[in-house]
Nanobody
C-alpha cells in the first residue's frame, strides 16, 4: 500500500511555469513506476508523463513533450512534474499515480494507487 499526496498546483499566466510534487508514503517508493495524469472539466483523464522506478526511462504525451519534465528523488520519496510554457490547454486537475507492475505506462489501468489531485489553472 502507498499513499500519494500532490502539491504545487495553482494559478499561473500563460507562458509561465509550475512544479508539481507528489510525496509518497508506505511501501518502498523506489519499487514503483510513477505517472502523472490530468483531467480537464468535461474531459476524460489523460496521460501526461511517466517515469520508471529507477528514473532511467521517461514517457510523455505528445501534447506536453518538450515542455514538461518528469523526475524523481527516491531518497525523498517524491516525484516531480516541471511544467514550462503553460498554455490555456493545460488547465486540469493533475493526478499522481503509482504501480509496481510492469506494463504500459501511458494507460490508466496500469496504475494501482492514485493521489487526490492538484488543480492547475492557466490565465491567458
Amino acid at each position: 500500500q502507498v499513499q500519494l499526496v500532490e502539491s504545487g498546483g495553482g494559478l499561473v499566466q500563460a507562458g509561465g511555469s509550475l512544479r508539481l510534487s507528489c510525496a509518497a508514503s508506505g511501501r518502498t517508493f523506489s519499487s514503483y513506476d510513477m505517472g502523472w495524469f490530468r483531467q480537464a472539466p468535461g474531459k476524460d483523464r489523460e496521460f501526461a508523463a511517466a517515469i520508471s522506478w529507477s528514473g532511467g526511462s521517461t514517457y510523455y504525451a505528445d501534447s506536453v513533450k518538450g515542455r514538461f519534465t518528469i523526475s524523481r528523488d527516491n531518497a525523498k520519496n517524491t516525484v516531480y512534474l516541471q511544467m514550462n510554457s503553460l498554455t490555456p490547454e493545460d488547465p486540469a486537475v493533475y493526478y499522481c499515480a503509482a504501480t509496481v507492475a510492469a506494463g504500459t505506462p501511458r494507460r490508466e489501468h496500469n496504475y494501482d494507487y492514485w493521489g487526490q489531485g492538484t488543480q492547475v489553472t492557466v490565465s491567458s
